[in-house]
């Protein structure tokens, strides 16, 4: 297979993937966004927002992958400042939780963290291949899958947590503040990955 057939398959594969990716995320953002709200939890609010906005990240990257470099850095750097999104609607939801720091029902977060688990490490599973392929727009996929996925685990321990340990709004607080942080991170690679593809272009 020659070097520009290669290409044109790997990015057929990389738009099935993306576009598979995008509609997971769609599903599970409604469900997870409507168990938070249910049980008041700022970790399950802060990881639903985030399935959101990786739903409109994998858009994005479908929609820019046929065109040039340049464009997908700037492209990629619009979706570092997207990352920072739900980081801030958990900061807004942990802040109305301080003032009602009622605990939520640990076995619905549970069952909720074990969900968004099982879909991000099938959406990470599927980007992985492709995370070096078309810079920082496949890398801001990968990177938002994997994120989440370590995030799911602290919201599954933080409903053990709850049931087991320490009945209280803490806990929950805590993970949702964290997955912020993480999101932040994240925001900060992609966004100097795709500076550097704007550079490297010019």
Do not use: Q
């Not at 929950?172 to 925001?187: C, F, K, S």
Request: charged share 15%; hydrophobic share 55%.
């Amino acid at each position: 297979m020659t070097e520009e057939g290669f290409d044109k398959f790997a990015n057929l594969g990389l738009r099935r993937a993306v576009r598979l990716v995008a509609l997971l995320n769609l599903a599970y953002f409604g469900f997870e966004f409507a168990v938070a709200k249910a049980i008041g939890s700022v970790s399950l609010f802060a990881d639903s927002v985030d399935f959101l906005e990786d739903a409109s990240v994998n858009l994005l990257i479908l929609l820019a992958l046929g065109w040039s470099v340049r464009s997908r850095a700037r492209v990629g750097m619009g979706l570092a400042l997207i990352l920072l999104v739900p980081g801030l609607a958990t900061l807004w939801t942990a802040w109305t939780k301080f003032n009602v720091p009622v605990a939520p029902d640990p076995v619905p977060l549970t069952l909720a963290g074990l969900g968004a688990l099982a879909v991000n490490l099938t959406c990470a599973f599927m980007l992985a291949r492709h995370r070096h392929h078309s810079g920082s727009l496949t890398r801001a996929a990968f990177l938002s899958a994997r994120n989440d996925a370590f995030a799911n685990v602290a919201i599954i321990a933080t409903g053990l947590v709850t049931a087991v340990l320490w009945h209280s709004a803490w806990p929950d607080l805590i993970v949702g503040l964290a997955i912020a942080l993480m999101n932040a991170d994240a925001a900060r690679e992609i966004w100097e990955a795709a500076r550097e593809e704007h550079r490297a272009s010019a």
